[in-house]
């Protein structure tokens, strides 16, 4: 099992490397001038000359991509140019490890202004699971157990009615009603963890229920199918058949093989939830990661969008890396060789 779980970290860590590498080479490799997009409407020759040799961007691709590399392990500074950093010392921007970049526009390093929104998204995107493993997965659990009755049919029912409405609807629809007219919850805004847990917690429903919703209706279908498909088993029916309590056969047979196939999309679902809450934290004026990335999108902001996407493909592929070790704790007959 060890080696197993080394052997997944060094693939892990391979295909980090492919995926910034392909990302480096996607935006910067282009044969558009990055450096044109780094000063908006004011740019001039002159700024735009003086911008490309002050990241790096007038050296040839290889050394750019090395550069980055090396700026994770061990950080860079800004200007890259060592005429520039004679002329302008006072400009020198420092750029501690792991540094993804340098933004122009921001004037600051890609992995600050990352764990400046980090915290935002990692909030919403727990508070959003938990909710929707604890009420998709249970509810799916009873709709398994009452199949064809009355409680089945209505939990499905409504699951199907969550699942066609948009994101967005449901946001506005929550934050008119519930917070503004109804003044059920207070108006979310964020608030960190480390300054009112209460408040924290508080700012965090209206969004993460807005998020967790259509999770919600997918997870009901998915287990109610999984759980249905463990109860028909021949193992399990002998179980029954010789008097185990059903409790027992629920719980220590049918749902460690249900959870299999659960535990592989939570695990992705959460991973992509970090940055693919795009929506809910624009409807709620919450300064996370997929706002940031929009804004990057919208004003061509090339280090920060390489830097999201080499932070969300290095939290999908630790999700990838816990889900295939949960795997043997989940079920006893998967075996690793």
Request: net charge positive; aromatic share 12%; charged share 15%.
């Amino acid at each position: 099992m060890f080696a197993y779980v080394i052997r997944r970290i060094i693939s892990g860590i391979a295909m980090l490397f492919i995926m910034s590498l392909v990302t480096f080479l996607l935006f910067f490799a282009s044969p558009v001038d990055p450096a044109r997009f780094t000063c908006g409407k004011s740019c001039t020759p002159s700024l735009i000359e003086q911008n490309r040799k002050a990241l790096g961007y007038d050296k040839p691709i290889p050394v750019q991509y090395g550069e980055f590399v090396k700026g994770i392990f061990v950080g860079s500074e800004f200007p890259k140019d060592p005429e520039l950093k004679k002329s302008a010392p006072q400009t020198i921007a420092e750029c501690p490890a792991p540094c993804l970049g340098y933004s122009p526009r921001s004037s600051q390093p890609v992995t600050t202004m990352l764990m400046d929104r980090l915290p935002v998204s990692a909030s919403l995107a727990v508070a959003a699971f938990i909710m929707w493993i604890v009420v998709g997965v249970g509810a799916g659990i009873i709709a398994a157990l009452n199949k064809g009755k009355f409680l089945d049919k209505a939990i499905v029912g409504t699951a199907l009615v969550f699942y066609a409405f948009p994101t967005f609807f449901i946001g506005l629809f929550l934050y008119k009603f519930l917070a503004l007219k109804w003044q059920v919850t207070p108006v979310p805004t964020y608030t960190p963890l480390t300054e009112n847990p209460a408040a924290w917690l508080m700012g965090l429903f209206l969004p993460a229920l807005t998020l967790a919703i259509f999770y919600i209706a997918g997870y009901i279908r998915v287990t109610r199918a999984f759980v249905l498909e463990s109860l028909s088993e021949d193992y399990l029916r002998t179980a029954r058949a010789k008097g185990l309590a059903p409790r027992k056969v629920l719980f220590k047979h049918t749902m460690r093989a249900a959870l299999t196939p659960l535990v592989t999309i939570a695990g992705l679902d959460f991973a992509g939830l970090l940055g693919g809450a795009i929506i809910t934290e624009r409807v709620f004026n919450y300064d996370g990661l997929g706002k940031l990335a929009v804004q990057a999108a919208t004003t061509f902001d090339l280090p920060v969008t390489v830097g999201i996407v080499v932070l969300l493909a290095a939290f999908i592929i630790v999700a990838n890396i816990i889900v295939d070790v949960l795997y043997a704790v989940i079920d006893p007959r998967v075996k690793y060789a």
